[in-house]
């Protein structure tokens, strides 16, 4: 079994954008600036919002960070995204998601401007990529491909299952997995809450992409031998042992189904890092207007 480390992919894909971003101010040019917008105080939704401005100044981004109290209303946040759409300072941005329930997430997203929208929510984008045309791609399908190009796993021909049909994960992910390109040329399964015999379809799956929100769902009696599994899952459960106070577990049961596939992403350490290293690579090609 190999480990897919997304910790180490990303710093290496942080290094390449550090140096691009150098290239770019020697030749006189603007630093990338990424934004982006927290509303409320959902703790896990700050770590990861964090966790983002701090890779900006890692490769040398600017970053600015808004954070709106939990009661802002949806025409003061779309205020908000329209003054960011106006910012010539500003290359790209992202709204962090889940939203309070006040506001209507779609409208949020249909305003943000869609060359600055990094995070590739808007219709615009979705689009686009369903037609197999340049644009940006959201962040973790386009770091799941990453990793995948980065330790040149096979896919062309395999059976992918993908477990989920999220805008933000599942269903990008099945579209780039069936694409007429390397990553892809799968035959793609979507399952979600409403498959009927799931162990079905996970049997004979060579890839397994996994983000179905459920802790530990993914058993080793549902895959094969040698399948290829990516964890796209987070949670937190308690551990007294930890500093924090928690531990990280993903949608798969890693201590057992590692024991079984060829390759595996751990949690934490695998998908998480490389979702943020792809989102600075669509702000860098945000400023590079690519
Ligand atoms: N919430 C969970 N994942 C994401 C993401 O990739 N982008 C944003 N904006 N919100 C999220």
Redesign the pocket.
């Known amino acids: 079994m190999i480990l897919l480390d997304g910790k180490k992919t990303s710093n290496h894909i942080k290094s390449e954008i550090a140096s691009e971003v150098d290239k770019i101010i020697e030749d006189g040019g603007k630093r990338p600036h990424l934004a ?1 917008i927290l509303v409320g105080s959902d703790g896990a ?1 700050r770590t ?1 919002v964090n966790a983002k401005v701090k890779a900006c100044e890692k490769v040398g981004f600017h970053s600015t960070l808004i954070e709106l109290p939990e009661k802002t209303s949806e025409e003061e946040l779309i205020k908000s995204i329209e003054e960011l759409n106006e910012n010539d300072n500003i290359d790209g941005f ?5 939203l309070p329930r006040h506001i209507n997430e779609k409208r949020v997203i249909e305003t943000i401007e869609p060359t600055k929208d990094v ?1 590739g ?1 808007h219709p615009s984008s979705v689009g686009k990529l369903a037609l197999g045309l340049p644009t940006f791609i ?3 399908p386009n770091g799941i491909l990453e990793l995948l190009r980065r330790y040149n796993i096979e896919t062309e021909g395999k059976n992918c299952v993908v477990l989920g049909r999220s805008n ?1 994960v599942g269903s990008p992910m099945s579209i780039l997995m069936y694409q007429k390109a390397y990553p892809g040329n799968c035959t793609v399964t979507v399952c979600h809450s409403r498959t009927k015999n799931l162990k079905e379809f996970t049997l004979n799956a060579d890839i397994i992409i996994v983000a179905i929100g459920k802790k530990e769902f993914l058993k080793e009696d549902m895959i094969k031998e040698g399948a290829v599994v990516i964890d796209v899952g987070i949670h937190r459960v308690p551990d007294a042992s930890k500093k924090s106070g928690f531990a990280l577990k993903g949608d798969v049961d890693f201590e057992n189904v590692s024991k079984k596939c060829s390759y595996i992403t751990p949690v934490p350490g695998g998908v998480g890092p490389m ?1 943020i290293a792809s ?1 600075l690579s669509n702000t860098l090609k945000a400023n590079l207007r690519i």
């Open positions: 982006a939704s990861y992202i709204v962090q998601l889940p995070d929510f959201s962040a973790t933000i979702t989102l």
